[in-house]
């Protein structure tokens, strides 16, 4: 069951870390 | 969280230090997805380093599942830096263009092209006909080349990284993962080259496995608890990647006697039988979280495929050892009778603990008087005892296997925290 929620933290990381790159990107532009 | 946090660090640095001034949208998107990549790619190694400060309590298998998913999200963060450098200003070309900076291009490609055989050797090892040592020596000499051509295109694209602050930290930040990786390949051999083992009896068993029995050779042995596993070395050195993760056998309770099931699966499994009793040998461990605590008290449920009840076998010895009292089940599945893996032992363990066992064959002989066919939910309704608040799950078998039972047990109403799974398909 473990390897699902390894998967999805995966996904969610990604997702989270993404969205914190463009939030930067889009404040520097200003 | 600290994951997040350290991952954010690289691209945090540059932006809070030298602020230059502002490109379009898709510029500055480009740019902070190569500085994410940079800080996604350099935890990679620490991720997969079996630091057990990291590692610890997450599980390797679970930390190794992660560590495939992101770094293919790492690879796209890679490839999609100079895509959107490029779309948003088509005057980056130049970085690509060695005469302008041979260092800075080459580099970039570097990274571009090493990124790519990382992962593209990694998802299709077996259709590339890799061997495991091989792909483990490529896997980290490409990931070395990847962090640190990335961190010196960092460096020397000079926008965000002007600043000799924000390039000394950028450096340290970088530079310390890159010591983890000296860490797991240099020192960590080194230390266990101070506690060598010796091999003491190579028997083969049903279901072509091969049964390593391994003495410590003047140290006191290994702390593990039952179900964990270690990684093997045989031979020469310790200083080599031929290195391979085992299951213990043996009860946790003799730390200085392992003993390890070894099934045919690859090129050192398959030569495991012919080791000369007397040969040297290093492990490396303990690792992995699926464990027993025998003196919780709890039931068990065991659900085993094939190998898979290699971690079981020494959970139930150890709670023989320590006189556990509590009810517990083993459904030990196969396809053959004759692939029934320490038959004799989980037997006679039945005889002397409260241990109830269900063998289940999907190829039965004549006259089989146990189960037949797949683990399905059907038959665990069959031969398990209701499911209650105070018995544990622990499943181990080849993925098809899992896939199914996993479900299955959760359709039962076994809560995801007392359902305790491993899976071995690390590469």
């Known amino acids: 069951m473990q390897h699902i929620y390894a998967r999805r933290a995966g996904i969610i990381a990604a997702i989270v870390l993404l969205a914190v790159a463009l939030g930067v990107a889009r404040v520097l532009v200003g | ?427």
């Open chain 2, 1 to 427: 969280m600290v994951y997040t946090a350290l991952v954010l660090t690289p691209m945090l640095i540059v932006v809070l230090g030298h602020r230059p001034e502002p490109r379009n949208l898709l510029v500055e998107s480009g740019a902070m997805l190569g500085l994410l990549g940079l800080g996604v790619l350099a935890m990679q190694l620490v991720i997969s380093g079996r630091h057990r400060w990291f590692a610890g309590k997450l599980g390797l298998d679970n930390v190794l599942q992660y560590h495939r998913q992101v770094g293919i999200f790492g690879w796209l963060l890679v490839l999609a830096h100079p895509l959107c450098m490029l779309l948003g200003n088509p005057e980056y070309l130049a970085f690509l263009d060695p005469r302008e900076g041979w260092l800075r291009a080459i580099s970039l490609y570097l990274v571009l092209l090493a990124s790519t055989a990382l992962i593209l050797t990694s998802l299709w090892r077996e259709r590339f006909g890799l061997q495991y040592e091989w792909w483990r020596a490529i896997h980290a000499a490409l990931a070395l080349l990847v962090v640190t051509g990335g961190l010196g295109h960092a460096l020397m694209a000079d926008h965000y990284t002007g600043g000799w602050l924000t390039k000394a930290l950028l450096g340290g930040l970088i530079g310390v993962p890159l010591l983890l990786l000296l860490e797991t390949r240099l020192i960590r051999p080194w230390r266990m080259s101070q506690r060598p083992w010796k091999v003491t009896a190579v028997e083969p068993r049903a279901g072509d496995v091969t049964r390593l029995a391994l003495q410590a050779d003047g140290h006191a042995g290994m702390q593990f608890l039952p179900g964990q596993f270690v990684w093997l070395t045989v031979g020469e050195t310790p200083f080599t990647l031929q290195q391979h993760p085992f299951s213990m056998t043996s009860p946790a309770t003799e730390p200085d006697r392992i003993e390890l099931a070894i099934k045919p699966l690859g090129d050192f499994s398959r030569s495991v039988a012919d080791v000369a009793c007397g040969t040297q040998a290093w492990l490396e461990g303990p690792y992995g979280t699926f464990s027993i605590d025998a003196s919780s008290g709890r039931r068990a449920v065991f659900i085993a495929g094939g190998i898979g009840v290699t971690p079981m076998i020494s959970m139930l010895r150890t709670c023989l050892d320590r006189g556990c009292d509590q009810p517990m089940w083993l459904v030990d599945a196969n396809n053959k009778e004759s692939e029934i893996i320490f038959r004799d032992e989980i037997d006679s363990l039945a005889q002397r603990m409260s241990l109830q066992i269900v063998h289940v064959l999907v190829d039965p002989p004549p006259g089989w008087h146990g189960e037949t066919g797949y683990v399905d939910e059907a038959m665990l309704e069959k031969v398990l005892p209701p499911d209650a608040d105070d018995i544990d799950y622990f499943v181990c078998g080849p993925p098809p296997m899992m896939d199914s039972v996993e479900p299955a047990l959760r359709a039962r109403g076994v809560a995801a925290n007392r359902l305790i799974s491993e899976r071995f398909e690390l590469v």
